[in-house]
């Protein structure tokens, strides 16, 4: 398992990964305080570390990111300790500053390099935010709730996903209807923990990742005319409707069997139908693009796949998705 995920993970360059993990047995456990702790801490994490989270939903049981990690850059001294004191004390912070001021001072080059390093090694690396973030959580639930032992079941999944808004835009919105396909609610504005909810509410850097994933728009929109297209997409609506009207109607799909589980080998759902389901090709498929994308990561990593794969793209069977491919071809309980 570590070892598929270093796979996926590793890398150079401005990466995008859908990320899951769930509390171990599953237990309903996340309410409304731990949540909020939760989104507090993710939000200091990705401050020091400078990923960026680009949409998430925390349920129950589990949580989604979406994350960007920046191509890696070289931080001054000051720059530094600025993004230390989102998540060290002040005497922490300032104990450092004199340390590396003091190596800097005396010419000693190799110690202030190796201070620096002990905190840039958690910057900007998915696996080290992510062990931050659960550890963190971990630690604080069983002090508030008197318990001990593993709290998450397993480490956490990653989908690599391409950074087109095509890609982005699909993995966002599936993210964000998270509460819906739950019948927690009938829109995710209306859902206090997601990435959407908080844009909704004005939260400037909730907003400012919607940006991000609306590339088309180079950064031109205002605030609420970031929340109305990412909504628009969000519902699949005409560029005409008014985004207050829209909500997503509960209707029978034709391709359900009598247990409500869609069949999936003769489904034709589109891109909107589909986002109503939960689809594990967007969790488990590996990697999530274009076809040139994931050929690409399959000629990158063929060590990792077996000598008669000829190719890496795989079609997202079951639906009408136009140039979305994963590298995985899933075999039961693909869209549910």
């Given amino acids: 398992m570590r070892k598929a995920r270093a796979f996926i993970t590793g890398g150079g360059g401005t990466r995008h990964f859908h990320v899951v993990s769930r509390i171990v047995n599953r237990d309903f456990v996340l309410g409304v305080e731990e949540k909020e702790f939760f989104r507090k801490t993710m939000r200091r994490l990705e401050t020091f570390s400078g990923v960026h989270i680009l949409t998430y939903c925390l349920m129950d049981n589990h949580f989604h990111l979406l994350i960007k990690v920046p191509e890696n850059s070289d931080l001054n001294d000051d720059d530094l300790c600025q993004r230390m004191s989102a998540l060290y004390s002040k005497l922490t912070v300032s104990e450092f500053k004199e340390k590396l001021l003091k190596a800097r001072l005396e010419g000693d080059s190799a110690l202030a390099q190796l201070l620096r390093k002990r905190i840039t090694c958690r910057m900007r690396d998915l696996s080290m935010f992510m062990k931050d973030l659960k550890q963190r959580f971990s630690q ?112 029978e799909d034709p391709h359900q069997q009598k247990d409500g589980q869609p069949t999936d080998d003769h489904l034709t759902l589109n891109h909107w139908e589909l986002l109503q389901y939960r689809v594990r090709y967007f969790t488990d498929g590996v990697v999530l693009g274009s076809r040139s994308f994931v050929n690409q990561f399959f000629t990158e990593k063929r060590i990792y796949f077996g000598p008669k794969r000829k190719s890496g793209a795989r079609r997202i069977r079951g639906a009408h998705l136009e140039n979305l491919y994963t590298v995985r071809d899933l075999q039961v309980n693909r869209i549910s």
């Fill in 140 to 251: 604080w639930y069983n002090r508030r709730h008197g318990r001990r032992g593993t709290l998450w079941e397993e480490r956490y999944r990653a989908l690599l996903v391409e950074g087109t808004d095509h890609a982005l835009l699909t993995i966002a919105s599936y993210i964000d209807l998270n509460p819906v396909r739950a019948g927690i609610c009938d829109d995710p504005k209306d859902y206090r923990f997601c990435g959407y909810s908080e844009a909704v509410g004005g939260n400037r850097t909730a907003i400012e990742c919607l940006k991000t994933l609306l590339q088309r728009y180079d950064g031109t929109l205002t605030g609420p005319q970031t929340v109305n297209e990412y909504r628009k997409h969000l519902f699949e609506v005409e560029q005409s409707k008014s985004s207050t009207e829209n909500t997503l109607p509960r209707t």
